[in-house]
DNA sequence: TTGTCGCATTGACGCAGGTTAATCCGCTTG
DNA sequence: CAAGCGGATTAACCTGCGTCAATGCGACAA
């Protein structure tokens, strides 16, 4: 891989090839790096104006909040991943996103973003493309909330971690650090956090996987990938289709 | 309005301003109109070389099977939505796409919908676009599912499809025709058919919403729309954004 | 040192919603 | 006409998961 690619950049290039100014493009969205904290949301539900964010370092959850103060925790991000998009393109956020660790993003300002895609729409097309891929994930998720049990979501959702840091090279198929509470999974799968502890236990004692002291460990692929019944290929990019 | 302005196009006017040239194109694709009965998927979880479809008559829905037999319906559409672009996107189809009713619908061959986008790139954004604000509708039916009991879930479900089908003209504030079955609605609220029954029930006793004999009647509006906490918002545009 | 705060863990108990199965109705088909 | 089928409806029973409550433990601050 050439020097300085962004992971981004390395992403987008699995939808179209990109010419050296759609790229020139994409670097200068990295100009504005920002840090923050947990517990400083990015963006927060209802907010007009917001700003979309490439996240460089740490993790992120978005979610949305119910009027009871339960939340669902629509998706989980990692590095190389595109933030807030949907909040820009409505021009007011319908969720909100926390980092779950220290995190390190780029700021791209909604009107940098939608002036550099009404002068590059090749680029437009690779990050919506992109997003639009994003909604495969969702889509399991969905599937997993309404059709499966703790048991098989948990494993499930396990295995789509896994195989989503091994592409960014932050995993091996025995396991990752894993930032992660037992609320956040929680909130991810649309369960209580009592009843999350219960299935990891069983899942450690059943010898499939463990999850402990923020490290996920993998003790049995074959049969964790059977019970989710989970299939990585909607994870997969197969190459530019975009020339 | 002006004259033979498909749905699509007025659609994707919410989006970015086309050009006469890439109306035009989009009129293109209204070339291959086919007809579809009842029992005949459009398209099938696993087959490649999938073609998309611009749906004009009838309503569809896209599930996904899981191995026990037991399915999870995503997404409804109805007139004037896109169908199976993802399954383009990706070269091969990761859900199923059954006509609920008799379906008219264009069909737009993945290599010719590519090559559109690759010509005319504002025209993809605009396509993209829409399909990442529909996935604000698939995130709306996540949380539910994750979130929100079975009277919630309900509730919101013939909200949203009630503001979505006045939206294109098929239906008031008071009620419209729906051709779903009891199944249907299990499988797309992830409930079962004999509790999809008594939950309607109730919602009847209770003078909420009627669900009956392919029409459902709304008789108190206020009172669903607090108790689904349903918000409209996500399903509005504003005005294009891609000048 | 002591208090507190976030997170993990476990037990006891209750309920929303699943499962099974029976019945009914209207439509189609032979 | 009978038979079959898809869909709606209801009752009886059971269970996966939520709720409540208590305990432990490490990190950190006063």
């Given amino acids: ?35 923050f904290a947990v517990g400083h949301d990015l963006v927060l539900q209802g907010q007009t104006r917001q700003a979309a964010f490439i996240l460089a370092k740490g993790w992120v959850c978005s979610y949305k909040l119910l009027r ?20 820009v393109l409505f021009r007011t956020a319908d969720h909100n996103i926390e980092p779950i660790t220290e995190i390190e993003a780029s700021e791209v300002l909604g009107k940098d973003l939608l002036g550099a895609f009404s002068k590059h729409p090749r680029l437009a097309s690779a990050v919506l493309w ?4 994003d909604e495969a994930m969702v889509v399991e998720h969905l599937v997993g909330l309404g059709r499966r049990n703790a048991r098989e979501r948990m494993a499930h959702f396990l295995l789509e971690l896994s195989t989503r840091l ?11 650090a894993c930032p992660l509470t037992q609320y956040h999974l929680a909130d ?56």
């Fill in 188 to 243: 991810a799968l649309g369960l209580s956090a009592v009843h999350v502890n219960r299935v990891l236990r069983e899942l450690r004692e059943d010898g499939l996987v463990t999850f402990q002291y923020g490290q996920v460990t993998i003790h049995n692929l074959d049969v964790l990938t059977d019970l989710a019944e989970f299939d990585r290929s909607y994870l997969d990019q197969e190459g530019p289709l975009l020339r």
């Fill in 130 to 133: 992109a997003a639009s891929c």
């Fill in 1 to 35: 891989m050439p020097n300085a690619l962004s992971p981004l950049a390395h992403k987008l290039s699995n939808f179209a090839i990109l010419s050296e100014t759609e790229m020139g493009v994409l670097d200068d969205m990295h100009r504005r790096r920002r840090n």
């Fill in 68 to 87: 009871d103060g339960s939340r669902q925790i629509v998706d989980i991000q990692i590095p190389g991943d595109f933030l807030g998009l949907r909040s």
């Fill in 166 to 176: 091994m592409l960014v090279g932050l995993g091996t198929p025995a396991g990752f």
